[in-house]
């Protein structure tokens, strides 16, 4: 009996039911902190997928991700309010999403053509002179102030304070606690649709494309208008992103979407590995927390001083760059695949240890039989740490 | 008319030091395939030492030490940390990708010495202007072309003549086959690594000195013009650097100088100008004015 509950619990579904009820606890338990650490993590956890389908999948270096999560977090706010066209919010957030796809689309002359480090160069101008845009065209972005956001409402309900109060289980659901479930609803949309286009037929084409153009045509892959779908998507994704992201903030600022945010976003994607939905994930969890924890633990962490204190002191602020910094280097140097590399070699190394005769591991003959023209395997153990590497691309 | 050469002048210095920039760009590119984002806070690093330095050992001698430390630092970081992923063309983009974290590491200190303040690299020519004919030129510019020239032509000279000159093209050209021709990567990337990090300490020189205000911290960041020119002219090709840089300055310079009568484009285009230059590029010539179109080998 307990074995087969032990079993049920390992089956794939049961352990995303069960991730699913831990991730709908925290409003219950947690203030509002963590909650907007929560929040923004899901924003950036969305986008990134976007840029690693982009990236990592398709192999096209964008440097370009934060205009198009302007596009989104300004479209939804022009769009859904007075000053513009006024339309109900949730028609509004679907067109936000639409108008940073097209935006893709429109860049995709140069992006199907230029490529490699070009490209990221290319996507570079894009950040620089969308800035530009939202600096002077004060009607519509707001100039320097930007423009606050209208709240999301649903059918009546509203993910904002109030309207219609709401007060579940005995506590009180504000703001916070309404964007989350929005935030997680968005999340797990992101995660289905990505990771099925990561494991069907756009994926692996996506995929060919990278390693070898040349053999992608041969085999029937259009190269160009794959290259272009990528950007589209990837700007899709970065768009929803954006409106989460614009509804969480409350109020959106030109300055928020420059380079910095770009490098950001490939600095999750590169820490946690890339081309998988769950590395992506992992990555931008890391990279939106690190920041915020730092500066609200700072008088406990030794070394650093509270912001605002001494001159010439390490501030929680510099704290958090430096180890970010230090991050993305030393993942590149010593661990290229990122988090979700790591979590593979430790999850096999695990499977091995289960099973002290590697030779006999059911997936590791199955790999040698699959693989009848590779050398005979040195050693005993190899074949069951290289059968999950050679899956390279599943989320 | 007298505005137009002005704004020529202006446009040529900048030009050139871009290509001091730039041309850093290209040679760590060609010897390694890696674009350099920490370029800028190198550039940075020896403005700054330059202003802690001048005092205590006069300008010459502070520009003498800061050029070899930022080309120290930039050889180090190469031959001890990037070389470490490794040579082939999937390692460099990795590693292009972790320039951007070397980058995060020593803007942030830089930033965290620098602070809100202002800092004067105790340069020879001070505010001093020139008359030629109609116009007035400061000084600091015409040292700016003058130096440039004369640096640029010594880096072509050390591409044509020397011996590591000829390993490194070999290398851009197959690194394979350059291998097998003993040619030593790691030594020729690094000392590339090295001459590039000599080239930012000098271009800082010029970014801070008049009629910049001196050096702050966003310094480095407008070395990133240099970006857009290293890439329009070709990356792996000095020439186009060369071209690249001169074109940006123009733009930048004639942008800047017009501004009043391209209203419609908004306050501060010359900011983004040269970005919006690039993409017109790139759309017509996907690798570049000068790039080699490489053929694709099945």
């Known amino acids: 009996m307990s074995e087969r509950l032990l079993g049920l619990l390992r089956g794939r579904p049961a352990r995303t039911l069960l991730l699913a009820v831990l991730l709908c606890l925290p409003p219950f338990y947690l203030d509002a902190f963590w909650l907007r650490i929560g929040l923004f993590s899901m924003a950036a956890a969305i986008g990134a997928v976007g840029l690693s389908l982009l990236s990592g ?24 309010s007075d000053p513009g066209p006024g339309l109900p919010p949730a028609l509004a957030a679907c067109c936000a999403v639409l108008l940073a796809g097209a935006a893709g689309g429109l860049f995709s002359p140069v992006a199907g053509r230029v490529k490699g480090i070009y490209l990221g160069i290319a996507t570079l101008a894009l950040v620089f002179l969308g800035h530009h845009v939202l600096l002077t065209w004060d009607s519509v972005t707001g100039g320097f102030n930007g ?21 579940v289980l005995g506590v009180p659901f504000g703001a916070e606690e309404r964007l989350w479930y929005l935030g997680l609803a968005l999340f797990a949309f992101t995660w289905f ?29 259009d190269v160009a208008r794959h290259r272009a779908a990528a950007f589209v998507v990837s700007s899709m994704y970065a768009g929803l992103a954006g409106v989460l992201l614009a509804l969480a903030f409350r109020r959106v600022v030109p300055d928020y979407f420059s380079l910095a945010l770009s490098i950001d976003y490939l600095a999750m994607i590169v820490i946690g590995g890339l081309g998988s939905v769950a590395g992506a994930t992992a990555g931008a969890v890391f990279v939106t927390a690190l920041p915020l924890l730092m500066t609200r633990y700072a008088d406990q962490l030794p070394l650093v001083t509270a912001p605002g204190s001494a001159e010439g002191s390490l501030g929680p602020t510099e704290a958090a760059r430096y180890l970010y910094g230090a991050a993305i280097v030393l993942v590149l140097l010593y661990a290229p695949d990122g988090l979700h590399g790591l979590a593979r070699r430790a999850r096999a190394r695990l499977a091995r240890r289960r099973t002290p005769s590697g030779g006999r591991n059911p997936e590791a003959s199955a790999s040698a039989t699959s693989a009848p023209s590779s050398a005979s395997p040195s050693s005993p153990a190899e074949p069951a740490a290289a059968a999950p590497r050679s899956k390279e691309h599943t989320p | 008319m007298t505005g137009f050469l002005d704004n020529v002048l202006n446009g040529l210095a900048l030009g050139a030091v871009y290509a001091l920039v730039a041309l850093g760009f290209v040679v760590m590119f060609k010897a390694s395939g890696v674009l350099n984002f920490a370029h800028g806070s190198v550039l940075l690093l020896g403005g700054y030492l330059i202003a802690v330095l001048h005092d205590d050992l006069g300008f010459a001698g502070a520009l003498a030490l800061a050029v070899l430390s930022t080309a120290a630092l930039a050889g180090a970081l190469d031959r001890f940390l990037l070389q470490r992923a ?34 004067s690299l105790g340069d020879p020519w001070g505010d001093a202007v020139t008359e030629l004919g109609p116009v007035t030129v400061a000084d600091s510019r015409l040292a700016a072309i003058a130096v440039s020239t004369v640096v640029i032509a010594a880096v072509f000279a050390l591409f044509r003549f020397t011996p590591w000159g000829l390993s490194l093209r070999a290398a851009a050209e197959d690194l394979e086959a350059a291998a097998l021709m003993g040619v030593r990567l790691r030594r020729v990337r690094a000392l590339a690594w090295c001459l590039a990090g000599g080239l930012a300490a000098l271009a800082a020189v010029f970014l801070a000195a008049f009629p910049a205000p001196g050096l702050e911290r966003t310094t480095g960041q407008i070395a990133l013009h240099a970006f ?9 090709s000095p020439v186009g650097a060369l071209a690249g840089s001169l074109l940006i300055g123009l733009t930048e310079a004639l942008v800047v100088g017009y501004e009043s009568d391209l209203h419609v484009l908004g306050d501060g285009f010359g900011e983004v100008a040269p970005y919006a230059v690039m993409l017109l590029v790139l759309l017509v010539r996907p690798t570049g004015l000068f790039g080699a179109k490489g053929a694709a080998r099945v």
């Open chain 1, 147 to 167: 423009r606050s956001v209208p709240p999301l409402t649903l059918g009546g309900f509203t993910f904002a304070a109030s309207d219609p109060e709401l007060v």
């Open chain 2, 228 to 236: 857009p020119a290293a890439i329009l002219g070709g990356l792996a």
């Open chain 1, 57 to 80: 999948t398709a192999g096209q270096l964008s440097l370009g991700h934060a205009f198009f999560l302007a596009i989104g977090a300004y479209g939804y706010s022009y769009l859904a």
């Open chain 1, 193 to 221: 649709t990505a990771g099925g286009l990561l494991r069907g037929r756009p994926g692996r084409a996506l995929a060919a494309l990278r390693d070898s153009e040349t053999a992608a045509a041969v085999m029937g892959v």
């Open chain 2, 86 to 119: 490794g040579q082939d063309e999937q390692a460099a983009h990795i590693q292009t990708i972790a320039t951007i974290g070397i980058d995060i590491l020593i803007f942030t200190d830089l930033a965290r010495r620098i602070g809100g303040d202002l800092l």
